[in-house]
Every structure is written in C-alpha cells, then in structure tokens.
C-alpha cells in the first residue's frame, strides 16, 4: 500500500473500512482485550467522558466566589475603613466576607459530593469482554479495543464498529434526530463518503438498544465520539454578531 492510499485510509471514517483495517486502527481483537491491556490504555486515553476532570476545583470555586462583586465590594470598603483607622470595622467587614464565602463554599462542596455519589450508584455500565470473559464495567473504563457485547436496553457506551449482529435495532434519536429505531448489520458496506446516518454497521454513544443483539468493538470514546464533537458544539460560546 502507498503513502497516499495509506493516508486516505487513516483519514476515513472507520464505518467505511473493513473489519480487519478497524481492528488494526483500534489495536482491538475480536475476543476482547485483557485486563492489563485495557488499564494500559484507560491510563493512556483517559476515561470515557464527554468532559475531562478538572482539577482543583475546590480552588477554582473559591475563586469564583471571591471575584463576586459585592464580595469586591466589601472588601474594598474594609480596606479603605483599614486606611482610615478604623481597624475594628475594617476585621468585622473582612470576617463577614470570609464567613459568607466559607458558607457558601461547604454549601456548594457538599452538594457537588453528593451529586457525584448519586451519580456513581446509578452511573451507566457496559458489558465487555475482558480476559476472554464478559463482565459489567463501569461505561468510563471502556477503551478504544474492547469488546462490548449489545443487548436490548443497553445504551451504548462509545462510537463501535460491529462484528456480529442477530435482529439488532438501534434508536439513534438523540443523536441523528431519527425517530424510528434503525436496523444494524455488521456486514462492511458502508460507502466511503456515507455519514453517521447511513453507516448501518457502527454503533455510536449516545444511542440505545431497542431489541436484538449484537456485539461491537470500539473505536473511539469520550471527547472523540460523535456524540462527544456534538457536545462540544452545543457548549462553545457563539461568536457574537456584528449586531
């Protein structure tokens, strides 16, 4: 193969490559990957969310709270009671602000906590096959190369392309606007310009099983799903207008 055939191949949608060039793209395997395999690459990729974790977010909340500009405000009027000698209304000013700002800090901390336990307990799971054994993972440590195996209720964990299918239909609404569920095969006919709509042999995040089975392995996840550049649109900021 060529150096131009080899670039057109990289550049193509996997939906439009045969399933040994998907495999190879993905470094995945029709029996799954292993355990160690996929820590390896949970540490290399990250974890399969449409928004990477921030870091010091405590900080960046008090931060928040301190450019507040009433809290701006106060703290400018304790610091001119300070200039003027008048220390004591100077500290009470400044104790208020802080208070104020500690409260609403542990007030914001806590509900963010429980908000993330919540999520935890009924976070989404995947099944993937994982030692040559299937098992339910949570949907955040699916890497590109798994195996997930399809069925109907299952929400789909990441962007796939399928290996096997038995009376598989998949509702693609939240993603393609489609109202009707659209049946998958893993035959490799997709055409080299066909969309996310008409690629009949992938399966995308975002979407759910409406009834059959079927089994997939995945290509990409998190930010780089179809479902992750949507996302990503929907929050941009818009340019603003000559208006």
């Given amino acids: 193969m060529d150096a131009v055939a080899r670039r057109s191949e990289s550049a193509a949608a996997f939906w439009a490559l045969d399933l040994r060039a998907a495999l190879e793209r993905c470094g995945g395997f029709e029996q799954g990957l292993s355990s160690t395999e996929a820590a390896a690459r949970l540490e290399r990729w990250g974890p399969n969310e449409l928004e990477a974790p921030r870091r010091f977010e405590a900080l ?3 931060g928040r709270y301190l450019v507040n500009p009433l809290v701006l405000i106060l703290l400018v009027a304790s610091g001119v009671s300070a200039a003027f000698g008048q220390a004591v209304s100077s500290i009470i000013i400044a104790v208020m602000v802080l208070l104020s700002v500690a409260l609403n800090f542990t007030q914001a901390h806590r509900s963010h906590q429980a908000a993330l336990a919540l999520r935890a307990r009924v976070g989404q799971t995947a099944s993937v096959v994982r030692d040559g054994t299937a098992r339910e993972v949570p949907a955040r440590e699916v890497v590109p190369g798994d195996l997930i195996q399809l069925g109907a209720g299952d929400l789909v964990p990441a962007d796939a392309r399928l290996i096997s299918t038995k009376d598989l239909f998949v509702g693609e609404a939240a993603l393609t606007g489609e109202s009707l569920p659209r049946e998958k095969h893993a035959r490799s006919d997709a055409a080299p310009s066909a969309n996310i709509v008409e690629a009949e042999n992938a399966v995308f995040r975002g979407t759910s099983v409406v009834s059959g089975v ?7 996840t998190g930010r780089h799903t179809e479902f ?3 996302a990503a649109v929907l929050a941009a900021r818009p340019p603003e207008t000559e208006f």
């Fill in 60 to 62: 960046r909340e008090i």
């Fill in 214 to 220: 079927g089994a997939a392995v995945v290509m990409t």
């Fill in 228 to 230: 992750g550049r949507v």
